[in-house]
C-alpha cells in the first residue's frame, strides 16, 4: 500500500532563506507525487506533481522538488523565502488503482522577518 | 471554471441535530472525494465516489455518517445526529480519471457542534 511521511511537522525560516520541506513515500508501483499547499480558511491548492519523465518537476510561487527513487524522496524547496510562503504544506501519492490520494500529515512552513 | 463550490462555508449546530454539508464538483471530473480536517487528526479520506457510484467509504467514522451522489453535479454528506467530536473542515474535492489529473479542493465548510 502506498503512504507518505512527512519529517517536521513544524519548520522556520527567515525571510530570504532556503525552504526545505522532506517527503518520503512508500509504493509497491510507480508513485504519483503531489505538493499541495494550504492558506488559511482555504482548500488545498496543488504546486506540482510527478507523473514521469523530469525528476525535477517545478511548479507555482517559485517551488519545485526532486523525485529520488533510490531515496524514495520527493522533498519540496524554494532557493528564497517570502512572507507569502506561510502556510500547511502537503505531500501527497496517488493510490487506490491510481484513483484515491493519500497525503501526509502536513508541516507547516513559518517565515519570519 | 468555478471550482469546486461547497456549501455553507460555515455551520454552527447543536449536539442531536442533523447536518448536511453539499458539493458541487467542476464539471466534467467523475470522481469526487470527501475528507475532514483535524488538528489531531489531520486530513483524512471519509468517502470517494466515481462516476457517481461510492468506491471506498472505509473512512466514514460511523454510521452517523452518510454520502451520496444522486448525479453528477451534486453531492452531499450528511451527519445524523451530529456530536461535538465532529468538530472539523469537511473538504470536497474532485478530479477526472488519469494518472496525470490532479485532486482540485473546495474551500472547505467548518463545522462546529456545541
Known amino acids: 500500500a502506498q503512504s507518505v511521511t512527512q519529517l517536521g511537522s513544524h519548520v522556520s525560516v527567515s525571510e530570504g532563506a532556503l525552504v526545505l520541506l522532506r517527503c518520503n513515500y512508500s509504493?509497491?508501483?510507480?508513485?504519483?507525487l503531489f505538493w499541495y499547499v494550504q492558506y488559511p480558511n482555504q482548500g488545498l491548492q496543488l504546486l506540482l506533481k510527478y507523473t514521469t519523465g523530469a525528476t525535477l518537476v517545478k511548479g507555482i510561487n517559485g517551488f519545485e522538488a526532486e523525485f529520488k527513487k533510490s531515496e524514495t524522496s520527493f522533498h519540496l524547496t524554494k532557493p528564497s523565502a517570502h512572507m507569502s510562503d506561510a502556510a500547511e504544506y502537503f505531500c501527497a501519492v496517488l493510490s487506490g488503482g491510481y484513483n484515491k490520494l493519500i497525503f501526509g500529515a502536513g508541516t507547516r512552513l513559518a517565515v519570519h522577518p | 471554471d468555478a471550482g469546486v463550490i461547497q456549501s455553507p462555508r460555515h455551520e454552527v449546530t447543536e449536539m442531536g441535530q442533523e447536518v448536511t454539508l453539499r458539493c458541487k464538483p467542476i464539471?466534467?471530473?467523475?470522481?469526487l472525494f470527501w475528507y475532514r480536517q483535524t488538528m489531531m487528526r489531520g486530513l483524512e479520506l471519509l468517502i470517494y465516489?466515481?462516476?457517481?457510484?461510492?468506491?471506498?467509504d472505509s473512512g466514514m467514522p460511523e454510521d452517523r455518517f452518510s454520502a451520496k451522489m444522486p448525479n453528477a453535479s451534486f453531492s452531499t454528506l450528511k451527519i445524523q445526529p451530529s456530536e461535538p467530536r465532529d468538530s472539523a473542515v469537511y473538504f470536497c474535492a474532485s478530479r477526472r480519471d488519469g494518472n496525470n489529473s490532479p485532486l482540485h479542493f473546495g474551500n472547505g465548510t467548518r463545522l462546529t457542534v456545541t
Open positions: 464539471s466534467g471530473h467523475n470522481s
Open positions: 509504493s509497491s508501483v510507480p508513485p504519483y
Open positions: 465516489f466515481n462516476n457517481n457510484v461510492p468506491i471506498d
